[in-house]
């Protein structure tokens, strides 16, 4: 059942807005290739990934993607991209596909997911 409304998701998003549909299944490829233990729904009008529990999401807006961290004020901000002042949550903008790369976006994923799961991964 979840897996056809994230298939309606990305439907009428291709729809709507094909740039940020690409942008949403290159960060979906990129999340659920990070182990087997990844599982997606929609949730809040966006996919949101799980370990067990919930460690990130993908948003499309009018005008950009946004990458959301339930627990984004614990990860290292190395790279000085994570948006937002609340107690929890932080996000990542996506205006464009360059976006994923040049914010190391799979470098924040990454820890989202390890904190999540307890795994390393490479």
Do not use: W
């Not at 960060?27 to 729904?41: A, F, I, K, N, Y």
């Not at 596909?97 to 994923?109: A, G, S």
């Not at 390890?114 to 991964?121: A, G, K, P, Y």
């Amino acid at each position: 059942m979840s897996q056809s409304r994230v298939e309606n998701l990305l439907q009428d998003l291709c729809l709507l807005n094909p740039s940020n549909y690409e942008m949403v299944q290159a960060v979906r490829q990129m999340v659920l290739g990070l182990g087997t233990d990844v599982s997606e729904e929609v949730k809040y009008g966006g996919i949101l990934f799980s370990v067990g529990t919930h460690f990130c999401g993908v948003f499309a807006y009018a005008t950009h993607i946004s990458i959301e961290f339930g627990e984004g004020a614990k990860l290292k901000d190395q790279y000085s991209v994570l948006e937002g002042k609340g107690k929890f949550r932080r996000h990542i903008k996506c205006l464009q596909m360059d976006d994923i790369q040049n914010k190391h976006l799979l470098h924040y994923v990454k820890l989202a997911y390890q904190m999540h799961s307890n795994r390393q991964i490479v």
